[in-house]
């Protein structure tokens, strides 16, 4: 997309722009506004230095161009871009001389004769911008929040062994292969090391999603879904059983909004359906042989 393409409001008239902004800046274009209402005039001393230009055709906006001609002043309107504020200046071409950055843009070097040459329907958009201070503290306050986020989950993982990777990697695997794991890993120490992973998150999403973690897990080892198929796979799987004695600690580990949550109430239906235990009572050491040598 090269064409600026505007519809523009002004003094109740409506006209259609179609301008082309310089090599270099057209990244804008993929979000600048279609649509502006310019009710605001600027003399031409108040136009930075800094500006650039955008040459813009139109059929219909010879009353735009009388009324710039008659004021010898600039029509202009603001709108916010990502974290700046741009002025659209509009100019006709014969009052360009008297701007400061087109003396600027002469003393480049560059050929500024199409932009000041007479022709009719056209009208010199002239840009500026400036830092809108709301959006960039707002922008550098989420970017510290991502950074802390970073820091504690390097930290999670260095203190916990990443457990919840160390599911998720779990997880991809079961449906490639009837014994994913290697037959001695020790599924009680990957279930606590995930309790102790949910404990570092503050309360609500975070703790939530080790939940769903944990759904994913028994839904994976019955085969990936939710009818009414026999729940055999969830029995004889050492790694349900497992977390069978540390899913209460899950749940009394979420808020009171949270743990009584439509979606949570929703997967212990399920899980109650599926005869998988989640209650204190299943707390208990256990030397079962399918912890050892049975499959997931």
Not at 143 to 165: C, F, I, W, Y
Not at 201 to 220: E, M, P, S, T, W
Not at 271 to 289: E, G, I, L, S
Request: charged share 30%; aromatic share 8%.
């Amino acid at each position: 997309m090269d064409l600026w393409r505007v519809e523009l409001k002004f003094q109740g008239m409506c006209c259609n722009l179609v301008g082309k902004l310089p090599v270099e800046k057209r990244h804008y274009l993929k979000d600048f506004p279609t649509k502006l209402s310019v009710s605001m005039k600027a003399k031409y001393t108040a136009i930075p230095a800094t500006s650039f230009f955008c040459k813009f055709a139109s059929k219909d906006a010879a009353d735009l161009v009388e009324y710039l001609k008659r004021k010898r002043m600039a029509a202009c309107v603001t709108f916010l871009y990502s974290k700046y504020i741009f002025t659209l200046y509009l100019v006709v071409p014969s009052d360009l001389p008297q701007l400061k950055c087109l003396q600027r843009l002469k003393k480049t070097g560059a050929n500024v004769e199409s932009l000041c040459r007479k022709d009719d329907g056209v009208v010199i958009g002239v840009l500026s911008r400036e830092i809108n201070k709301v959006a960039e503290d707002r922008l550098i306050a989420k970017q510290m929040q991502l950074q802390e986020a970073a820091r504690s989950a390097r930290k999670l993982g260095s203190t916990v062994g990443d457990p919840l990777l160390e599911l998720e990697l779990l997880l991809q695997r079961l449906p490639t292969t009837k014994s994913a794991i290697d037959q001695k890993h020790r599924f009680d120490d990957v279930w606590s090391r995930v309790v102790d992973a949910m404990l570092g998150f503050d309360q609500g999403k975070g703790r939530l999603n080790v939940v769903f973690l944990a759904h994913d897990v028994i839904r994976k080892v019955r085969g990936g879904t939710n009818d009414d198929q026999d729940n055999a796979a969830l029995a004889s799987s050492g790694l349900v059983r497992a977390g069978e004695r540390i899913f209460h600690k899950l749940l009394d580990a979420l808020d009171p909004k949270c743990r009584h949550s439509t979606v949570v109430s929703e997967i212990l239906a399920l899980w109650a359906k599926w005869q998988v235990r989640y209650d204190a009572d299943m707390d208990v050491p256990t030397t079962d042989p399918l912890l050892v040598d049975d499959v997931i």
